[in-house]
């Protein structure tokens, strides 16, 4: 009995030695550094450990993980998704990229096999496709014709993903906007750019101008000291040589000049019509000062031009500002590598008369079919946000980028994400830019000050608006004396009656 007892007692103390040693061998952390401060001297009073693993915040400048991918997509059922833009074979190191990560999604998820298509969308080629049931299961579109497809039932709705991983606050809340509807979401925000005012810095220092203009008056003044006709220098450059194009940009001056709106254009009535509105002071205002930069001030270009020779004016240095998108100076470094990029800045339009800086925004999102299963949606949509919200997959795409001399990173475009995430990827990107960001300052301030607006294509008919508002534009570059109020009238006429009155 007591040869049992003494074996009992001493097999006690073997298993507390083994579970103190145990614990000791498992402290957490916090648990370690507890102990530091009670060698030091210092009272601490430590939590009970829980057994639950210690989540660290990410430092400055580290993307946090903000997505929590599935254990299981399609329930581990055998599923197969298409994908749309994928890179061409003959951009090897794009494609390379493009195969490994589909290579680490299908060991994530054997069940998923992923198909890629370098199907590139427009809205010509789009429909033959939708009609022939050959769209791909992820696809993307233009900024501007999200409200379109989900009217036409094309795409599919992904508000429940978005909602159960908090995906609201992470994305710009007007990219959502762009792709929601009632409430749901039927989109993925890709990237956006808005228009603003590039500006070569070389110039500006060289005529003594401090910065970029904040007015419209600054603005004047700018353009007439920068142009010198005998260099072959206009002050001011902006797309006038092909009529949707001059409409574009006419809009664009007109939002911050004069304050003219989108929902000017085409005013929906009571019964379902529309009527014609656009011609209204405000863009009369828009008009007659493009007129006068003209032929008053004589800054702009003596050539129309059209959007890429608009951005070689920039490029060759004909040019001291211009109307822009943000990503047209990614087009200047693909297209003239030889141009040196630290001589252009960025900035926002000059404040507009209700204090305001609204700018009309562009981009892509990617949609996933209507006609793909319940599996196909769940598959596409996180296999999509995997390679866009995932930190190691977004260092990864950079790190490969560095070995494509096509590569442009730090394009002046459109905070897609907010808050936490998006400060910390703006971190990472400046690691891998080789585009000079510190020059788009001025634009980059502006956007998270909340002081750009952004504003975005109507849906009704606007190309034909455009095309109007381009020929009037058009007209009044070549005749000083054009009545710009009968132009006007006589154009807002003929989109009444042979485009308006014209809809179902």
């Not at 996933?368 to 995932?390: C, G, N, P």
Request: charged residues 25%.
């Amino acid at each position: 009995m007591k040869k049992s007892l003494l074996w009992i007692i001493l097999l006690s103390i073997c298993v507390s030695m083994v579970l103190s040693f145990s614990f000791s061998g498992c402290k957490t952390k916090a648990t370690e550094e507890a102990t530091k401060e009670e060698v030091a001297g210092e009272e601490v009073t430590a939590e009970e450990p829980t057994g639950e693993e210690v989540v660290e915040e990410p430092s400055e400048g580290e993307l946090p993980r903000i997505l929590t991918m599935p254990e299981q997509i399609a329930g581990g059922r055998e599923v197969t998704i298409t994908v749309g833009d994928v890179p061409p074979e003959s951009q090897p190191a794009k494609f390379k990229f493009w195969q490994e990560q589909v290579a680490r999604f299908e060991e994530m998820y054997p069940n998923v096999t992923v198909e890629g298509t370098d199907y590139v969308y427009s809205p010509d080629s789009f429909p033959p496709m939708l009609a022939a049931n050959q769209e791909p299961t992820l696809f993307l579109v233009y900024l501007t014709d999200p409200g379109m497809m989900i009217r036409q039932g094309v795409c599919a709705d992904l508000t429940k993903i978005f909602d159960e991983q908090g995906l609201r606050d992470v994305f710009n809340p007007t990219l959502i906007d762009a792709v929601s509807q009632d409430g749901k979401i039927y989109g993925i925000p890709w990237n956006a750019y808005s228009m603003g005012l590039v500006y070569n810095i070389n110039m500006f220092e060289a005529a003594g101008i401090d910065g970029p203009p904040e007015t419209w008056d600054e603005f004047v003044a700018a353009a007439d000291t920068l142009t010198d006709r005998d260099a072959g220098v206009e002050g001011f450059a902006m797309c006038t040589g092909e009529v949707h194009q001059a409409g574009w940009h006419t809009t664009v001056l007109a939002f911050d000049y004069s304050g003219f709106k989108t929902e000017d254009v085409a005013i929906e009535q009571d019964d379902g019509t529309y009527k014609a509105g656009f011609n209204n002071d405000a863009m009369l205002s828009t008009l007659n000062f493009i007129k006068d930069l003209r032929w008053k001030y004589d800054v702009l270009p003596l050539e129309n031009l059209v959007w890429d020779t608009n951005n070689i004016e920039v490029a060759l240095g004909r040019a001291g500002m211009s109307l822009f998108a943000g990503d047209c100076l990614k087009w200047i470094m693909e297209n003239y590598p030889e141009v040196d990029m630290n001589q252009f800045g960025y900035a926002p339009l000059p404040v507009g008369p209700d204090g305001k800086i609204t700018s009309l925004g562009g981009g892509n999102i990617f949609m996933v079919s209507s006609r793909a299963t319940e599996d196909q949606i769940e598959a596409a949509a996180y296999f999509r946000l995997w390679t866009y919200l995932d930190p190691d997959e977004i260092i990864a795409n950079f790190e490969a980028g560095k070995e494509d001399p096509t590569v442009v990173v730090g394009t002046p475009l459109l905070p897609t994400f907010v808050g936490d995430f998006q400060d910390a990827y703006e971190v990472v990107e400046a690691k891998y830019a080789n585009m000079p960001v510190e020059n788009y300052k001025p634009f980059r301030d502006a956007m998270k000050a909340g002081k750009i607006v952004i504003a975005s294509e109507g849906q009704v008919a606007f190309q034909e608006y455009y095309a109007l508002l381009g020929e009037i534009v058009s007209t009044i570059l070549v005749d000083e004396n054009a009545d710009v109020a009968a132009l006007l009238e006589n154009a807002a006429n003929n989109y009444q009656t042979g485009v308006l009155d014209l809809l179902k």
